[in-house]
């Protein structure tokens, strides 16, 4: 079974709003406090790539194609993970998947599902 499971994708017009959700119910508290976590895409025929990562101390990043339309954010009590969309896109149409990142940004676990986002052109 997947550490993280992702939820919140829909079909979604241009220019509309998403929140993805990855909440990791078979994880402890003390480990995931003290991880940080990434959001990463997969769009069809492209490699997974990593779009957001929060830290512990909710410094973010964002890859260039999404900066400034996307924001991570993370809910420890709730042990949740958000990636917050707006002003989607067409390319932003992905297979979107969270896990949990070492200290070089590698994802730790196994992938789950992943959560479709849609945006037709």
């Known amino acids: 079974q997947a550490q993280l499971v992702e939820s919140g994708g829909d079909l979604v017009q241009p220019g509309g709003s998403l929140r993805l959700s990855c909440k990791a119910p078979?994880?402890?508290?003390?480990?995931?406090?003290?991880?940080?976590f990434g959001w990463y895409r997969q769009a069809p025929g492209k490699e997974r790539e990593l779009v957001a990562s929060?830290?512990?101390?909710?410094?973010?990043n964002y890859a260039d194609s999404v900066k400034g339309r996307f924001t991570i954010s993370r809910d420890n009590a709730r042990k949740t993970v958000y990636l917050q969309m707006s002003n989607l896109k067409p390319e932003d149409t992905a297979v979107y998947y969270c896990?949990?990142?070492?200290?070089?940004?590698?994802?730790?676990?196994?992938w789950g599902q992943g959560t479709q986002v849609i945006v037709p052109s």
């Open positions: 078979r994880m402890i508290t003390s480990v995931f406090n003290p991880n940080q």
């Open positions: 896990n949990a990142l070492s200290s070089t940004k590698q994802p730790k676990y196994n």
């Open positions: 929060i830290t512990t101390n909710t410094d973010r």
